[in-house]
């Protein structure tokens, strides 16, 4: 071992506390401090211990720093079904039903039995609230939901004025000739075989948001049935764009992505408050990312941005403001899929292969660690996974490993040597709680 690992493990073991402490996460919580946005994000899709921490950690910002909104990697019309389930506004009859607007592959990122636990404790919560204090919210961030959003624009303006929906469906046929699915209008549009539908989006954007106006700033169901449609809105607007974007084979689309999601939770914080009755200045939002955000470009030497709150927290524009914490594993089971090399075969409950040392050694063991704390240690680039939701152990090292630079990219880094997957709440044949046999699923 070189001299600048053993300096670097040295003084990690002088900041890192055990997560097998009986309250592992004290210190994580005074280390968020005055945060408004804490970001927990994990090295992979379909990791129940990540799962499972970062419900944990909510609560604890829910309970003990008055955090009332919590946006997830996700569509927002799935998760707006589930935020007025947990506020009680909704006829779902149970948490189960409140998440099975998650249809989209892989819904068992967000139809899992940990996720399910978590929303039945946000309605505890929030049930057992005083009349009149700030509910806890849920939102989605992402911006995959281009014809579910569109449908939520025009029931919305259906209801309220009648010939602004003829005007909106007017202009969102211009999707209309690709049927549901956005790539042959993504490359058309890209082609420039058609007129892209930008204008169209961007105007109708547009229109909902001078009809505050006339709507008042009452509050209320009213008020939030306009903003769940101002934002269905925008994501058809950036969708459109990130599609069009996304045919020309280059990072821009990650990029338009990466910008959305940030950008979007600072309107979902404001809102649940606004909803809810409550006061915001002693509140904040917790964002659930299920994978690593965009590598450095200095790593994939491509023009992926990094993080826009890592960003601004490096640059000094969010010094207490933001808390962004990363999640690592190093050996266990995931959900997923994984490709054979020799027969391009898939599979779900995937074994992960042990992490690289460099990845590992972002911290000692099961623990959690503040790396700046130790930052002269970790000033070198380290490994870091990211496995999204197809995984590729043949190629890993060169699909799920990227530089990083933990000392100013995380406040905390929570580092688990075993895990396992999520178990889904469907049941599908491809699943088991292990890794399938190797002669699934013909058996011989």
Not at 232 to 248: F, G, L, Q, S
């Amino acid at each position: 071992m070189i001299d600048s690992d053993v300096a670097m493990l040295e003084a990690l073991r002088k900041t890192v506390h055990p997560l097998s402490d009986p309250d592992p996460h004290d210190a994580l919580i005074d280390a968020v401090g005055n945060a408004r946005l804490v970001l927990l994000g994990e090295a992979s899709h379909g990791t129940h211990e990540f799962y499972q921490e970062r419900a944990r950690i909510t609560q604890r910002l829910v309970v003990e720093k008055g955090f009332h909104a919590v946006a997830v990697e996700a569509d927002w019309p799935d998760a707006y079904r589930v935020n007025r389930f947990i506020r009680g506004k909704s006829e779902d009859r149970d948490a189960d039903t409140a998440l099975s607007g998650f249809k989209r592959f892989p819904s068992w990122m967000w139809r899992n039995t940990d996720v399910l636990d978590f929303v039945r404790w946000l309605r505890t919560h929030n049930d057992g609230l005083q009349p009149g204090a700030s509910k806890v919210g849920f939102y989605g961030l992402d911006l995959y939901s281009l014809y579910a959003s569109i449908e939520e624009v025009l029931k919305y303006l259906e209801k309220v004025d009648p010939e602004a929906a003829r005007v909106a469906r007017q202009r969102y046929r211009c999707f209309d000739d690709f049927g549901s699915t956005v790539e042959e209008y993504a490359r058309s549009a890209a082609l420039g075989v058609i007129s892209s539908c930008e204008d169209a989006v961007v105007k109708q954007l547009v229109d909902l948001l001078q009809q505050v106006g006339r709507l008042g700033r009452g509050g209320g169901d009213v008020e939030e049935e306009w903003f769940q449609a101002v934002q269905n809105a925008r994501v058809v607007k950036n969708a459109e764009e990130y599609y069009r974007t996304m045919y020309r084979g280059n990072v821009e689309s990650w990029n338009l992505r990466d910008q959305h999601m940030p950008k979007r939770s600072p309107s979902c914080s404001a809102t649940s408050t606004a909803a809810s009755g409550g006061a915001s200045s002693s509140s904040g939002s917790t964002i659930h990312t299920s994978a690593m955000p965009a590598p450095p470009s200095s790593a994939s030497g491509r023009a992926e941005r990094r993080p826009a709150h890592a960003r601004a927290a490096r640059d000094g524009r969010l010094p207490a403001r933001v808390h962004h914490l990363r999640r690592n594993g190093h050996r266990g089971l995931r959900m997923g899929w994984a490709r054979r090399a020799q027969a391009g075969a898939a599979r779900a409950a995937g074994k992960l292969r042990v992490a690289l040392p460099s990845h590992r050694d972002a911290a000692v063991r099961a623990g959690l660690a503040q790396p700046r704390e130790a930052a002269g240690a970790l000033r070198e680039p380290r490994l870091e996974r990211a496995i999204g939701v197809l995984y590729l152990p043949a190629t890993e090292r060169g699909s799920h490993y990227f530089g990083s630079d933990p000392a100013w990219q995380f406040d905390s880094v929570i580092h688990l040597d075993d895990t396992r997957a999520v178990e889904p709440l469907e049941r599908m044949p491809l699943w088991e709680a292990g890794e399938p046999a190797e002669t699934y699923p013909t058996g011989l």
